[in-house]
Structures are given as structure tokens and as C-alpha cells.
Nanobody
Framework: QVQLVESGGGLVQAGGSLRLSCAAS????????MAWFRQAPGKEREFVAI????????YYADSVKGRFTFSRDSAKNTVYLQMNSLEPEDTADYYC????????????????WGQGTQVTVSS
């Protein structure tokens, strides 16, 4: 079993930055592909970013490309989502997810999820 714990959410003004963290435990971290998804109030969950198990490959949703950076620190069993130039449209609950196998953008392919961390961007 994999446990994921997110942190780093909060309230920020438009144009500001936040860094989300997701600490993993319970399985060898290097075997996991990781992803971030988000869900805004009244909207469906959407893909944000994925990273391969070695961290050499990343892929982003068009809405965050160029503003968000996904990275992983295997020594700390932690992934990070650096979010810059935040916009009110980025307001959502952000969820970290993990799977054994290659990174994919489809949420239902991920067996392990964190509890979520809230990000609010004020205009």
C-alpha cells in the first residue's frame, strides 16, 4: 500500500507562487509514477502534471504549461509542484496520485491518492 500526504496549499494573490509537496511511503518510491490532479468547486477532476518514475519525463496540461514545474526528490520520497504566475482559474483542491507503471494522464489509472490540499488564488 502507498500512502501519500500533500502539503503546501494556501491562499495567494494572482501572480504569486506556491509549492506543493507530496510525501510518499509504503512502497519503493522509485517504482512509482506520480501525478497531480485538481478539482475546482463544481467541476470535474482534471489532470495537471505527471512525472515518470525516474523523473526524466514530465508532461503538463496546456493550462499550466510554462507556469508549473513538477519534480521529484527520491532521497526524500517526495514530489513537488512548483506553481508560478498563479491565476484565479488555478483555484482548486490539488491531489497527488501514484501508480506502478508508466505515467498517464487518466485519473482512474492511479490506485493511490492523497487527501488533497486546497489552493486559492485571489484576483
Amino acid at each position: 500500500q502507498v500512502q501519500l500526504v500533500e502539503s503546501g496549499g494556501g491562499l495567494v494573490q494572482a501572480g504569486g507562487s506556491l509549492r506543493l509537496s507530496c510525501a510518499a511511503s509504503g512502497r519503493t518510491f522509485s517504482t512509482l509514477s506520480m501525478a497531480w490532479f485538481r478539482q475546482a468547486p463544481g467541476k470535474e477532476r482534471e489532470f495537471v502534471a505527471i512525472i515518470s518514475w525516474m523523473g526524466e519525463d514530465t508532461y503538463y496540461a496546456d493550462s499550466v504549461k510554462g507556469r508549473f514545474t513538477f519534480s521529484r526528490d527520491s532521497a526524500k520520497n517526495t514530489v513537488y509542484l512548483q506553481m508560478n504566475s498563479l491565476e484565479p482559474e488555478d483555484t482548486a483542491d490539488y491531489y497527488c496520485a501514484a501508480r506502478v507503471g508508466g505515467p498517464v494522464t487518466t485519473g482512474h489509472a492511479y490506485a493511490h491518492w492523497g487527501q488533497g490540499t486546497q489552493v486559492t488564488v485571489s484576483s
